[in-house]
């Protein structure tokens, strides 16, 4: 359902598509840039091979990459579209096709392509394929999209654009607030960096006398029955039950599957058999026990070549540098926590951007909302 004065139209009406080179070209240190699905899927055209000039001349003599063309991904992971929005010289390879549209504004169209209206259509058509996970120019040119008029084309796009600046930019902020706290970390766990009102020593000693682990305790699906006590996998609080095993606060790590994963839990929790528990604190502070694991990297104590599992002496035995006074513990600890609170609220406004999107996506490109 579109209003009226929308059109449904194939692609193949409104750009000329084209595919890249079907040849592995010779690469050089330096020179033209060489696109492949990867840039477009990770929206990065920054870190790229080069082939020479020559060789790019010859690969683009009928068909250039151009300011305001797109390329579409058609193998491995299909439909997904970048706009090219800069003054580029670069060639493309087979995996990627190249739509120069004539008939519509681009900018739309790489929006619409976002909408799950036009997964459903590229997945379709590329069911033509012999190749799984393939679609061809022609199937391509017959992927359907609702256009409404040229100007609402370009405030849509405009529209949903801005609200992608939004998502990049939180994106941005929680992956620097991220990198910062890592750094933190590692300044404040290794003792690198001392908080200046704390002057007293620390000491070495073995993880196993630090903050020992346990293996959790069984239960089974069958027995789970839905009440306010967390019950703590391997990869975090998946379930909750009507008793528990362990007083709070506590600390959970994976013991199989998921290694490297730990959980802090405030409350009385039941550790279930895939993980392992911390059974005393030692008179250490719980929180900067939670950090210090998490920042040791329990992945390196993983054995077994299928399904990986801790190897639970390997970590006892493993010795760390804490500070004897609890009190820097503590104060350690509430740094990161702030840091830590921070990044929730981040990841929070993530949320709600990208769910934005989606709404907004849902009502604009259907025509339940008009731009005017």
């Known amino acids: 359902m579109i209003p009226t004065d929308w059109v449904v139209k194939r692609l193949g009406e409104v750009a000329i598509i084209k595919d890249g080179t079907h040849q592995t070209p010779k690469y050089v240190p330096d ?25 790019h001349r010859f690969l683009t003599r009928a068909f250039k990459i151009e300011r305001n063309d797109i390329l579409m991904t058609r193998i491995g992971s299909i439909g997904e579209c970048k706009l090219v ?17 004539y008939g519509a504004w681009p900018a739309y169209i790489e929006q619409y392509s976002k909408s799950n209206a036009f997964k459903v259509e590229v997945e379709a058509r590329s069911l033509q394929s012999a190749i799984p996970r393939k679609i061809n120019l022609g199937p391509i040119s017959d992927v359907m999209v609702a256009f ?8 849509i796009a405009e529209t949903l654009k801005d609200v992608d ?68 996998y391997s990869n975090g609080i998946l379930n909750y039950h009507t008793m528990f095993r362990v007083k709070g606060p506590g600390i959970v790590t994976g013991r199989s599957g998921t290694i490297g994963s ?38 390196r104590f993983a054995t077994g070549s299928g399904v990986p599992t801790l190897n639970r002496n390997d970590v006892h035995a493993f010795n760390v540098e804490i500070p004897c006074e609890i009190e820097e513990q503590v104060a350690i600890a509430s740094i990161l926590s702030e840091m830590d ?13 990208r769910h934005l999107k989606q709404g907004m996506m849902q009502e604009l490109l259907t025509g339940r909302i008009r731009l005017v």
Request: hydrophobic content about 40%; charged content about 20%.
């Open 31 to 55: 020179g033209i840039p060489f696109y492949s699905v990867e840039h477009v899927t990770k929206d990065d055209f920054s870190n790229t091979k080069y082939i020479s000039v020559r060789e």
């Open 85 to 101: 929005d800069w003054d580029v010289a670069a060639s493309f390879y087979v995996s990627l096709a190249l739509l120069k549209v």
């Open 148 to 155: 409404p008029p040229r100007a609402e084309q370009i405030i």
């Open 165 to 232: 600046c939004l998502v990049d930019s939180i994106e941005q902020l929680l992956a620097k607030k991220q990198q910062i706290k890592k750094g933190i970390m590692q300044e404040l766990l290794s003792g690198q960096r001392r908080l200046p009102w704390f002057n007293g020593g620390w000491e070495v000693k073995s993880l196993g006398s630090v903050a020992p682990l346990q293996r959790g305790f069984d239960l089974p699906s069958s027995e789970l029955q839905d009440g306010s006590y967390p019950v703590v």
């Open 262 to 299: 730990v959980t802090f839990v405030e409350q009385d929790f039941w550790p279930h058999n895939t993980a392992l528990w911390v059974t005393s604190f030692q008179g250490n502070d719980p929180r900067f026990i939670f950090y210090l694991y998490a920042y040791i990297g329990l992945e």
């Open 341 to 353: 609170d921070d990044i929730v609220i981040l990841e929070t406004q993530l949320k709600k951007a």
